[in-house]
Nanobody
Framework: LQLVESGGGLVQPGGSLRLSCKVSGFTGNYHNIAWFRQAPGKEREGFLCVSDSGGNTRYADSVKGRFRVSRDNVENMVYLQMNRLSPEDTAVYYC????????????????????WGKGTQVTVSS
């Protein structure tokens, strides 16, 4: 399975950005998708996820109400809509896939992820 993020860039505080994660390949498993970010000098952290079907989503408190995840299983895309961005959101953003043999609640634990994208930079600055 391959994951490729896109859509990063420079945005002003208070602005919005939509990231995309293209998922390609076939494993025969169910794949929940999570988003992670790594700010300069900090550990990579997970903050939201979406189940294989798209029916289950979970958000960390730090992004709840500002970020929204969705997925299009026809186009094999996962989208991260980010609103009301602040400089604290500046980071490299990664999507990752949790590979399961049965459907289940999604996770954003790094140890649960099997496949990773290479990341896309998001910079929030005036």
């Amino acid at each position: 399975l391959q994951l490729v993020e896109s859509g990063g860039g420079l945005v002003q505080p208070g602005g919005s950005l939509r990231l995309s994660c293209k998922v390609s390949g076939f494993t025969g498993n169910y794949h929940n998708i999570a988003w992670f970010r790594q700010a300069p000098g900090k550990e990579r952290e997970g903050f939201l996820c979406v189940s294989d079907s798209g029916g289950n989503t979970r958000y960390a408190d730090s992004v709840k109400g500002r970020f929204r995840v969705s997925r299009d299983n026809v186009e094999n895309m996962v989208y991260l809509q980010m609103n009301r961005l602040s400089p604290e959101d500046t980071a490299v953003y990664y999507c990752a896939a949790e590979s399961r043999s049965y459907p289940g609640t999604c996770s954003w634990l790094q140890t649960d992820m099997t496949y990773w994208g290479k990341g896309t930079q998001v910079t929030v600055s005036s």
